[in-house]
């Protein structure tokens, strides 16, 4: 889906398994689908949205692709090296996460709508801010 900044490229080439029998009580969000993409925080407009980025899909998958060099604190994420991928869920204001090669982990979820720029979402994990890519509605 073509968003608000272009097409991006993503790295992983590999998709997620199907959620299993053991993940179908978790909680996936559909408000939370969609591509977001980091928010460098020094820049004020939507040329600070950059191409790296977390998908999450309805059926519970993720795929996550942060450059080092970009997110400061990419160091916080699974698979941050090069690229990473696996499911998700919410449990209260927890966003958790299943890495096949990371294990499992979660961050301090939030909503919110940037402060500045005009009808963007965006989900802060551990704050670290991610903008819509896939045309959310602000919240």
């Given at each position: 889906?073509?968003?608000?900044?272009?097409?991006?490229?993503?790295?992983?080439?590999?998709?997620?398994?199907?959620?299993?029998?053991?993940?179908?009580?978790?909680?996936?969000?559909?408000?939370?689908?969609?591509?977001?993409?980091?928010?460098?925080?020094?820049?004020?407009?939507?040329?600070?949205?950059?191409?790296?980025?977390?998908?999450?899909?309805?059926?519970?998958?993720?795929?996550?692709?942060?450059?080092?060099?970009?997110?400061?604190?990419?160091?916080?994420?699974p698979g941050t090296q090069q690229t990473d991928y696996g499911t998700w869920w919410v449990?209260?204001?927890?966003?958790?996460?299943?890495?096949?090669?990371?294990?499992?982990?979660?961050?301090?979820?939030?909503?919110?709508?940037?402060?500045?720029?005009?009808?963007?979402?965006?989900?802060?994990?551990?704050?670290?801010?991610?903008?819509?890519?896939?045309?959310?509605?602000?919240?």
């Amino acid at each position: 889906m073509k968003g608000h900044w272009g097409s991006l490229v993503f790295l992983v080439g590999v998709c997620c398994a199907a959620t299993t029998n053991a993940q179908t009580d978790r909680d996936v969000p559909a408000d939370l689908a969609g591509k977001w993409c980091y928010l460098n925080p020094t820049v004020n407009s939507l040329s600070g949205i950059t191409t790296s980025c977390i998908i999450l899909r309805t059926d519970g998958s993720y795929e996550i692709s942060l450059d080092l060099a970009l997110v400061p604190q990419a160091n916080r994420f699974p698979g941050t090296q090069q690229t990473d991928y696996g499911t998700w869920w919410v449990q209260g204001d927890r966003l958790n996460y299943d890495s096949p090669a990371h294990g499992q982990g979660s961050f301090g979820l939030r909503r919110a709508n940037h402060p500045t720029i005009e009808n963007l979402p965006l989900i802060i994990l551990d704050g670290v801010s991610f903008g819509s890519d896939s045309g959310h509605d602000p919240w």
